[in-house]
T-cell receptor, first 116, second 114 residues
Framework: AQKVTQAQTEISVVEKEDVTLDCVYE???????LFWYKQPPSGELVFLIR??????QNEISGRYSWNFQKSTSSFNFTITASQVVDSAVYFC?????????????FGKGTHLIIQP | EPEVTQTPSHQVTQMGQEVILRCVPI?????FYWYRQILGQKVEFLVS????????KSEIFDDQFSVERPDGSNFTLKIRSTKLEDSAMYFC????????????FGPGTRLTVT
């Protein structure tokens, strides 16, 4: 069975601070895919990133960066110089190596509050 | 981001009634997914649909639920005899183009069962 754990239920920081959201996963698949989604107060789920299990290179996109460590089964997400617009619930998700039809297993999400 | 559309945005129904939620996935893609999110909780996988057949379903997706692709573009989730605990946001999702391992979500339908 697959499992995604986001231990931080809620994080509150002041604008411009850096913040890291933790994600730990469990899977028996040797090939798998990890994702982060953002859910702003409006409720939609916005795709942020996909990482393949065979690609451990970290990624940076503007103020966002992701640290994938297979040895610790973690896929953490860092926002640098946070802004109020970053306030949202962030979900980490995992997909196994089925032929494209596997559903995503989500964590419970981390509610990020950026205070002005 | 590729667009997936869902209708209606909000549906209110009485317990025991049937509801049909609709999704128009990203065009020309064979994979579709339905998820639900009970208010304040995590997103849960319901079912995946490939080439007009159910490919995978979770334990949540029992006989009360069914999915169809009634025409070339629409994709429906039917809930028979709704229960109070079916109140949730229902999302459909679809990959886009060659990025088959990325799922893009529609805006969701909020279902309220009274």
């Amino acid at each position: 069975a697959q499992k995604v754990t986001q231990a931080q239920t809620e994080i509150s920081v002041v604008e411009k601070e850096d913040v890291t959201l933790d994600c730990v996963y469990e899977t028996r698949d040797t090939t798998y895919y990890l994702f982060w989604y953002k859910q702003p107060p409006s409720g939609e789920l916005v795709f942020l990133i996909r990482r393949n299990s065979f690609d451990e290179q970290n990624e940076i996109s503007g103020r966002y960066s992701w640290n994938f460590q297979k040895s610790t089964s973690s896929f953490n997400f860092t926002i640098t110089a946070s802004q109020v617009v970053d306030s949202a619930v962030y979900f980490c998700a995992l997909r196994g190596s089925g032929g494209g039809a596997d559903g995503l297993t989500f964590g419970k999400g981390t509610h990020l509050i950026i205070q002005p | 981001e590729p667009e997936v559309t869902q209708t209606p945005s909000h549906q209110v129904t009485q317990m025991g009634q049937e509801v049909i939620l609709r999704c128009v996935p990203i065009s020309n893609h064979l994979y579709f997914y339905w998820y639900r999110q009970i208010l304040g909780q995590k997103v849960e996988f319901l079912v995946s649909f490939y080439n007009n057949e159910i490919s995978e379903k979770s334990e949540i997706f029992d006989d009360q639920f069914s999915v169809e692709r009634p025409d070339g573009s629409n994709f429906t989730l039917k809930i028979r005899s709704t229960k109070l605990e079916d109140s949730a946001m229902y999302f459909c999702a679809s990959p886009a183009g060659g990025r088959r391992y990325e799922q893009y979500f529609g805006p969701g339908t909020r279902l309220t069962v009274t």
